[in-house]
DNA sequence: GAGTGGTCTAGACCACTGA
DNA sequence: CAGTGGTCTAGACCACTCG
C-alpha cells in the first residue's frame, strides 16, 4: 500500500497523525482503491480481476486484508467470486435473473420472462422534480422513456424514466428496442453507467385514465406506484424511473432483516 | 469443537467421511450451535454473550473461527457488536428506532412516534388461508388482533394480525395496551418469541367501507396492502401481519442491492 | 496438476470502553 | 488499567475448476 504508510506495511494511519483523522482501516482504503479502478473501466464488467495473491502483492499487503476488501465489494455486488476459477466484476448482460431491481412476483405459476413495448423516448429538458432528483439544474437536457411491460399478453408495468441527457447521448426507441436482454445491459455496456443501488418509495394510488389505458384497466383501479432512484458508484443518482404496477394477479415481494 | 472431529480442531469434516456429504465449514457449525443457544435462551435478550476468546477456548477453536460464525449471527441480526464493551443478544426491546419491519416514512417532516389504538383481540379458529401461512391445521386455536397506527392524529396503518395460540397464551387487548414500546418487544419478553426476519407482499388495493372508516378516508381510496409473514428461529412462522397503509403523507421506502 | 478462492490457525498490535 | 472487539500478518491446508 503506498497511498499512506511510508516504510512497513503495518505502519498503517494511526490516531496520532491528525486531530481526529476518522482512522480507516487498510482494508478499507484497498475497497475504496479497487472502487476506483471499477469507476475508471480499468476492469471490466465480466472480467476477472486479478487473482487475490496478486492483489496483495500488488497492494503490498496480506492477501487476508485483500480478502477483506473482496467480500465487501462482492457484499455490495460489485465483484462476483467463483471458487476455483476468480473473482469477476459483476455485469447486468448476463443477469440471467430477470431484471434485477424488479421485484414483482405472479401470484401463483412460474416467473415468466416479460414482454416490452416501448411507446416513446423523448429528449426534452428536466422537469423541476426530475431535476432535484437527478441532481441536475432545472431545464438541463434529459432523455424520456416510456414503456410497458407484460406478462403472459398481460400488460403489468408502465413505466416512465428519466435519465441524464448528458450521460445518455444517442438512445433512442429503436437501440431500446433492438437490445437484447434488460435495459441496464444497454446502460452498462453502450453507455457505461453501471447501476449499483437503488432506493424505492411505494405508495398505492388510483389509476389515471392514460395508464388505465395502458394497462387495461378500469379508471381509478388501484396501482402500486414505485418511484426508483438509481445510483452509480459514488451513490450519484442517474436514474429516475416512475413505475405502476397493476398488482392483480401479481405482488411486490420483500424480505425483512 | 466437540461435535464432528476427534483429535485436533483442524482435523474437520472432509469430503472423504461420507458420499457427498455437503461440506460445512467450522464457522458454519459454530454458528448453528451459537445459535441454539439463543434459542434455547441460554444467552438472553439484551445480555452479553461471553468473549470471543472464551468461546474460542469453549469451542476448541481460534479467536478468528468463532469471530466468522459471530460475524454471521451480526449480520443475521441476532447479536449486536459493541467495540470495547462486548457481544450483546439483539432485543426488540430497547429498539430505538422505530417498529423494526416498519417502513413507513412521512413524505416530508421527521419521523415521529405512533399511537396506538386497538380495536379487538380475539380468541378463534383459524381460517384454513391463515392456517396455511402459519402452518397450522385449519381450526386450529389462533389470536387475531386489529389496531390502528396514527401518526400526528392522522390514523395510517390498520393492521389486522395473526398469531398461533399455542404461543401466545394469555394474549388480551389489556396487556396489549398497557405494554410501552413495540409489539415484538412485549413478544419477545412475554411469550419468548423472537421475530428474525420476514417476508412481506405488496399490493395496492381499494380502501373497503370498513377500512376507510378506520383510516377517516373515502370507499375506494387506494391502500397499500402489506402483508407480512414474520418467522423465528428455524424459519418457522409465528405471525401474518395483513396490514393497510394510507399512502397520502407516507411511502414505503425501499433500497435495492 | 496448477491455479483459484475458502477455511483455519497463532500471534501481534490497535481502538474503544469503563472502572 | 484490564478487557473487549477490530485489524493485520504469515503460513498451512482444503475445495473447486479446468486443461
Known amino acids: 500500500m503506498s497511498t499512506l504508510n511510508s516504510a512497513s506495511p503495518a505502519a498503517v494511519m494511526t490516531s496520532a497523525d491528525v486531530a481526529t483523522p476518522a482512522f480507516s482501516p487498510l ?3 484497498i475497497k475504496t482503491l479497487m472502487t476506483m479502478r471499477l469507476q475508471a473501466g480499468e476492469w471490466r464488467p465480466g472480467e476477472a480481476i486479478p487473482s487475490e495473491l496478486g492483489l496483495a502483492a500488488r497492494f503490498k499487503v496480506s492477501q487476508g486484508t485483500v480478502r477483506k476488501a473482496v467480500d465487501a465489494l462482492a457484499a455490495d455486488n460489485l465483484l462476483v467470486r467463483r471458487q476455483g476459477k476468480g473473482t469477476f466484476v459483476s455485469t447486468h448482460a448476463e443477469q440471467t435473473v430477470q431484471y434485477r431491481f424488479l421485484r414483482l412476483m405472479p401470484n401463483d405459476g412460474p416467473v415468466v420472462g416479460a414482454q416490452r ?3 416513446d423516448c423523448r429528449r426534452l429538458r428536466a422537469p423541476a422534480d426530475v431535476a432535484r432528483s437527478l441532481g441536475l439544474k432545472s431545464g ?4 424520456n422513456v416510456r414503456r410497458v411491460l407484460s406478462f403472459e399478453s398481460a400488460p403489468t408495468v408502465l ?3 428519466w435519465l441524464p441527457g448528458a450521460l445518455f447521448k444517442g438512445l433512442t426507441a429503436e437501440r431500446l428496442a433492438d437490445y437484447k436482454g434488460p435495459m441496464y445491459g444497454l446502460f452498462e455496456s453502450e453507455f457505461g453507467v453501471r447501476m449499483i443501488r437503488a432506493e424505492e ?7 389515471d385514465s392514460l395508464s388505465a389505458n395502458l394497462l387495461g384497466l378500469g379508471v381509478g383501479a388501484p396501482l402500486l406506484s414505485v418511484e426508483r432512484l438509481s445510483m452509480t458508484y459514488g451513490d450519484k443518482a ?3 424511473r416512475r413505475g ?7 405482488y411486490y415481494r420483500n424480505e425483512l432483516n
Do not use: K, P
Request: net charge negative; hydrophobic share 45%.
Open 159 to 161: 413505466d416512465d424514466i
Open 117 to 119: 413495448r416501448f411507446i
Open 244 to 250: 405502476l404496477y397493476s398488482t392483480a394477479s401479481h
Open 201 to 207: 418509495q411505494i405508495r398505492a394510488v388510483s389509476a
Open 140 to 143: 438541463d437536457a434529459v432523455i
Open 27 to 29: 482494508y478499507q482504503q
Open 238 to 240: 442517474v436514474e429516475l
